[in-house]
């Protein structure tokens, strides 16, 4: 099971970090992506952590603003959200799967595992 936190409302240019935390499971053999969605759209790929540890995807839209990251001690995964623009208000959805296929961090087939969202709000 997973939950994400730590979203919230941040003005245009604020920062927020994201969390995702997993019971019964270890991310150390997951790859885990984040995706989002916003109302009246399709949810789309943020961010990918490829389960080897070493190599990490993004989204073009989100290049240069947001690091997703990991912390095997706490078996908790990140997203460092900053330079937030209002076309990032989302819900947020942090998700694993077992492919070690680099190409298919970006697609949402590849993750079997979802958690609850978690609302970013980013006000003009």
């Known amino acids: 099971q997973l939950q994400a936190s730590g979203g919230g409302l941040v003005q245009t240019g604020g920062s927020l970090r994201l969390s995702c935390a997993a019971s019964g499971r270890t991310f150390r053999a997951y790859s885990v992506g984040w995706f989002r969605q916003a109302p009246g759209t399709e949810r789309e790929f943020v961010a990918g952590?490829?389960?080897?540890?070493?190599?990490?995807v993004y989204a073009d839209s989100v290049k240069g603003r947001f690091t997703i990251s990991r912390d095997n001690a706490k078996n908790m995964e990140y997203l460092q959200m900053n330079s937030l623009r209002p076309e990032d208000t989302a819900v947020y959805y942090c998700a694993a799967g077992s492919s070690g296929i680099r190409s298919n961090l970006a697609s949402q087939a590849a993750y079997p595992y979802w958690g609850q969202g978690t609302q970013v709000t980013v006000s003009s």
């Open positions: 952590f490829h389960r080897g540890g070493h190599s990490t």
